[in-house]
């Protein structure tokens, strides 16, 4: 199959990645024209595990290229997937200038049957609007009056992968969800996915918009949902840790998305929870709940530095080192990370900040003003008055905390993501301090 992905990124990079390997023709386009240098020269504009081998062997298999040309791609294509962004706007709403912008390219150079195929995350009706300017751009030679003779079909296709863990995710999905409107669309779809041997589900596009919609809203309210039971186990003496064990051995519950912490972030959650949020309150209904995760979330972080706060007395001139600044490990992701709005709260007060990710600096070093960017943890932690942690990276479990503790002024950490072995620390000589562990 002749596919072109149009956005290169997260999405579209590994989408268009992994559809070569398991056999396509795939053209991966990106109006960025530095994304596309690199790529051309084998190198990956993102950080994403097992990506760039399987590029290099999908390239060298000559099933994989890169264009700049929207135009050029879509002309060689049959199916066309929509990786580009859907930011959100000031009110929440989701922006679609991209989709429209792209959906308008390639209508002007359609000349025979092309299959539109939205990957990126938009509202529910996103797919007719889609239709309509790919109507109304098409070249003159075929409209009549109001009649359109050239045959096309949009349809949703929204994507589960998680950074970090992309490949892998779009090889093996739970299932495969397609939003389709006629047979051919079905067809084709059916036809791609094909290899995977994996569970479709085919919709039409509005139902599998919402499918997208409904999946991270939940998944976000799963998280504000320990989150707010954090809260209370710190009130009463409970741990989290092992109310969320304890829950997730239901098999009704599940144990995944029950890790309390400083909240979701990222380029997904945040924005679609906002966007669903202003779905609803567009199409005359008041989703409350989704309201309060989203407050709730916004009440981890605040919760976090009050916390801090009460422990080191005054925040003003304190150094505070910090392990962590992509939204979650594996990734080098920046966008939304709950540590960025951490370390605004922190500089807000005063504090001076020492901070260190395995794969964020560069990012972070553009996003943070008045951060000193470290090598490594420990010079992270060096002359600090404690130190927290706010992404989940495998590598902090493996660092010698002896080392660390002689390092800081203070040996005092505050573990956002629950995520090291705070008896051990005690033992060792630190003041620890996780999310909903039992202070009280
Ligand atoms: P991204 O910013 O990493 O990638 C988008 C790419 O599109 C960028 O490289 C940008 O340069 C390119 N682009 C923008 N306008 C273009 C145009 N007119 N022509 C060609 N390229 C253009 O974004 P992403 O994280 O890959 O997300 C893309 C979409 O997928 C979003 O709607 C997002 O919500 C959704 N999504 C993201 C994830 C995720 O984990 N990142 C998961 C599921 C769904």
């Not at 009649?147 to 495969?176: C, Q, T, W, Y």
């Amino acid at each position: 199959m002749k596919i072109a992905i149009i956005g290169s990124g997260y999405v579209g990079l590994v989408s268009g990645v992994c559809l070569a390997h398991i056999g396509h023709q795939v053209i991966c386009v990106d109006n960025n024209p530095e994304k596309i240098k690199k790529l051309k020269k084998g190198e990956l504009p993102i950080y994403e595990p097992g990506l760039l081998e399987l590029m290099h062997e999908c390239v060298k298999k000559k099933r994989l290229s890169f264009s700049g040309s929207v135009k050029d791609a879509s002309a060689k294509a049959e199916v066309i997937f929509l990786a580009v962004p859907t930011p959100s706007k000031p009110n929440g709403d989701a922006d679609l200038t991209f989709i429209e912008n792209v959906a308008r390219e390639i209508a002007q150079s359609m000349d025979s049957y092309k299959l539109i195929v939205e990957k990126s995350t938009v509202p529910a009706e996103t797919g007719k609007k889609i239709r309509r300017t790919i109507q109304l751009n098409l070249p003159r030679k075929f409209k009549q009056g109001h009649k359109i003779l050239l045959d096309f079909d949009v349809a949703s296709n929204p994507e589960f992968l998680k950074e970090g863990s992309a490949v892998h995710d779009f090889m093996n999905p739970d299932r495969v969800v397609l939003g389709v409107e006629s047979a051919r669309a079905e067809k084709l779809l059916r036809e791609i996915y094909k290899p995977l041997k994996t569970k479709i589900l085919v919709t039409n596009t509005a139902s599998a918009e919402m499918i997208k919609h409904a999946s991270n809203s939940f998944l976000a309210t799963k998280i504000s949902f320990i989150n707010a039971v954090a809260q209370m186990c710190d009130r009463v003496g409970a741990d989290v840790i092992k109310v969320a064990e304890g829950m997730g051995l239901d098999k009704r519950i599940g144990r995944q998305f029950l890790d309390a912490g400083i909240g979701y972030g990222g380029s997904c959650f945040p924005k679609d929870v906002e966007a669903f949020i202003h779905l609803s309150d567009k199409s005359g209904y008041n989703f409350s709940l989704l309201k309060e995760v989203r407050k709730i979330n916004d009440h981890q972080r605040l919760a976090f530095v009050k916390m801090i706060e009460e422990k080191l007395w005054n925040i003003k001139d304190k150094t505070i080192g910090v392990w962590g600044i992509a939204f979650k490990p594996n990734t080098d992701d920046i966008r939304n990370a709950a540590a960025l709005e951490i370390i605004h709260l922190l500089q807000a007060e005063g504090a001076k900040i020492k901070a260190y990710d395995p794969k964020a600096a560069d990012h972070a070093r553009k996003a943070l003003k008045g951060v000193a960017i470290a090598q490594d943890p420990y010079e992270a932690a060096e002359d600090c008055d404690c130190l927290l942690l706010l992404t989940e990276w495998p590598e902090f479990r493996e660092v010698n905390f002896v080392q660390v503790r002689d390092a800081m002024r203070q040996a005092v950490i505050f573990d956002g993501r629950n995520f090291l072995d705070g008896d051990q620390l005690k033992e060792c000589g630190f003041d620890y301090y996780g999310i909903g562990r039992g202070r009280s």
